[in-house]
């Protein structure tokens, strides 16, 4: 199948010498030969010229562009021209003509062969080739248009010499390969392209017949189920409609592949839209599981022997649910990760743990009505995107804690309130979901880490404002103390409806820290204060300690009651009246705080106001007898406390 080529200047020549030649022959006829020759000719020319028409006129049907309807006027006029010049000796019909006949009646596998020898003719015959293939093609085109849009039988014998031309065409490619010729030589034929051609042709129908869904930000799952149920009712029938003329022409195999890259091509663009949800996904993913399992009897699944429906139906049904599957997954990330986001976020209120689990489980849930499989992969990806979130979050809270300055005591609680819900909700979804021990260890660790972090930043937090809270307490009628209790136990009773093991051990680790300050501040207040000074410090103290109480029993509860309150014994012991008396308060206050030293009791004693230098030294002699050493840390309050020792001289009394 070698082709020839020819210079159209060769063949033009051949053309004036026939010419030539032919008007030589005229002068030897008679004159009413002559007359009678020129109308035979004038006649064929008509002819040919009615039927190039004809073809164009059907090859240009439905098209718009200009440029296109004026080539195949080329086409038409160079086959007429090309046909009336080749006339032979003996009045046959030219090569040409015969073709454009064949065309025209739709014996298309005719054509070919009449075109495949004109092409190895030797005479010129592969520049003519080229223009009746283009001629030929374009009609077969237009056959197939005819047969999709028709609803007749007319079509199908043109339709079956197109199927002709096309195992024609692949008969040739293999013969030509066969003898050895260059792969180029064939990849440029032009009825290498049918094939594809043909697929585009059919594509575009199928593709102008699938009915609209609509803007590509609809979200109503109504709409999504009316639009593939339009699909599986009308769309897919008027395919399986149409495939019953292809199978008769042997275009099945080719048509049924159109039908499904159509489809699939769709309903990809369909999913792939940002604007999808999961619950939309999860539509398409069952209305697909549900046309594989069904059978249904639609172009996907023809009516053919089952090693035909298997080859045909199957494999496109499985790439559309598993690229379905595959968005839908991608989307459950997605949505999972932004519902966590949004429910932890620092600077909102915490929201309830069994919000958070049905973010986490809803989605598996509303699969496993659809498929066991699918709601066990949507379960790991929402376990997989719960791990990726914390890991964000711990991001998150470490740049809370490199914040300039001392960042809010409410979004420190509110950061260590998430991460008691976030257990909570990880040891529920544990009896719930199958999580793997190595997911359990992460998250385990992730919680762990983020709570000492936060914690540690949250009682440093605590004790910078209680401290610049205290410092000028007991100088200034109104030092602001009252107001961070205040805040403080907001945000406690705001944090403790979860009332975790972690809520108590807080707020008992800030009380400590509160009491600690403020024994601090009321020990190293002036050592030499005059008795208004005095009366006043006791007044604040009594209003602090019933304002603690108060604020810590309501944090705390009945968990208040083993709270130690030196306050109360500081109290007790400077009002009393009597030296004696005191000493008998000592000794409890002794007992509940062994770490107590002397210089702190010097300090509590400058206190109390009228108290003699007798009756001080009574006391820091009875302190002398009864203290010890403390037998654990547990008790410890005052060791941190530093107080100088008081110096009334070098007497080396006890008074001191």
Request: charged share 30%.
């Amino acid at each position: 199948m070698r082709k020839t080529k020819y210079s159209w200047g060769a063949f033009a020549g051949r053309g004036s010498k026939w010419e030539k030649m032919a008007g030589e022959d005229a002068r030897m006829l008679p004159k009413a030969a002559h007359e009678e020759r020129k109308k035979q000719e004038a006649k064929r020319r008509g002819k040919l010229k009615t039927m190039a028409g004809k073809l164009l006129k059907a090859v240009a049907s439905g098209k718009e562009a200009a440029e296109e309807k004026a080539g195949r006027e080329d086409v038409a006029g160079n086959l007429l021209k090309m046909a009336t010049s080749r006339k032979e000796a003996g009045g046959e019909t030219p090569a040409e003509e015969t073709i454009c006949g064949f065309i025209e009646q739709g014996k298309f596998f005719e054509a070919c062969d009449h075109i495949y020898d004109l092409e190895h003719s030797g005479n010129d015959g592969v520049g003519k080739s080229e223009s009746l293939y283009k001629l030929l093609a374009e009609r077969m085109w237009t056959v197939v248009g005819e047969a999709l849009s028709g609803s007749g039988r007319m079509f199908l014998e043109p339709l079956q010499s197109v199927g002709e031309s096309l195992k024609w065409e692949k008969q040739k490619e293999a013969e030509w390969l066969g003898t050895g010729q260059e792969t180029e030589s064939v990849s440029t034929w032009s009825p290498n392209f049918w094939r594809k051609d043909l697929e585009e042709k059919l594509i575009q129908y199928m593709t102008a017949q699938i009915p609209p869904f609509g803007s590509s930000s609809n979200t109503d799952g109504t709409a999504l189920e009316q639009h593939l149920s339009q699909l599986e009712t009308t769309f897919l029938p008027s395919l399986e409609h149409r495939s019953g003329f292809f199978r008769e022409a042997g275009l099945l195999v080719t048509y049924a592949r159109c039908c499904h890259a159509s489809f699939s091509s769709h309903l990809s663009t369909l999913i792939d839209s940002n604007h999808f949800s999961f619950s939309q996904c999860l539509s398409v993913y069952e209305w697909g599981l549900k046309m594989y399992k069904s059978g249904s009897e639609t172009c996907l699944r023809p009516r053919q022997p089952p090693q035909h429906s298997l080859s045909l139906g199957v494999p496109c049904l499985v790439w559309i649910i598993l690229k379905t599957e595959e968005k839908l997954l991608a989307v459950a990330r997605k949505e999972v990760g932004k519902a966590l986001k949004e429910a932890f976020d620092i600077r909102k209120p915490p929201c309830a743990d069994a919000a958070v689990i049905q973010i986490l489980t809803e989605k598996a849930e509303a699969a496993s009505r659809v498929c066991e499989s699918l709601s066990e992969k949507v379960e790991a990806e929402c376990l997989e995107e719960c791990l990726r979130f914390l890991e964000s979050y711990e991001n998150e809270v470490r740049s809370f804690l490199q914040l300039d300055g001392c960042p809010g005591v409410c979004s420190s609680l509110r950061i260590l309130e998430n991460c008691c819900i976030l257990r909570t909700v990880w040891h529920k979804l544990t009896h719930i979901c199958s999580a793997s021990t190595g997911q359990d260890v992460k998250v385990h660790g992730f919680l762990d880490r983020m709570e000492d972090d936060i914690t540690e930043h949250f009682l440093q937090t605590v004790t910078s404002k209680v401290k610049g809270t205290l410092k000028e307490h007991f100088r200034r009628c109104d030092s602001g103390f009252d107001h961070i209790l205040e805040s403080l136990k907001q945000s406690f009773l705001a944090f403790g409806k979860k009332k975790t093991d972690t809520y108590e051990a807080l707020v008992k680790a800030v009380n400590v820290i509160i009491i600690t300050e403020y024994v601090q501040v009321l020990l190293t207040t002036s050592r030499k204060p005059s008795s208004v000074q005095r009366r006043r410090i006791v007044s604040k103290m009594e209003e602090d300690h019933r304002m603690l109480q108060t604020v810590f029993k309501e944090c705390l509860g009945p968990a208040a009651g083993p709270l130690r309150d030196p306050i109360k014994a500081i109290l007790e012991l400077i009002q009393t009246s009597d030296a004696e008396g005191m000493k008998i308060a000592l000794l409890p206050i002794l007992k509940e705080f062994p770490d107590l030293r002397k210089e702190h009791l010097s300090a509590v004693l400058d206190i109390k106001d009228s108290l003699s230098r007798e009756d001080r030294a009574a006391l820091l002699k009875a302190f002398n007898d009864n203290c010890r050493e403390s037998e654990t840390e547990a008790n410890l309050l005052f060791a941190d406390i530093e107080v100088k020792p008081r110096k009334y001289g070098l007497c080396g009394c006890f008074c001191c």
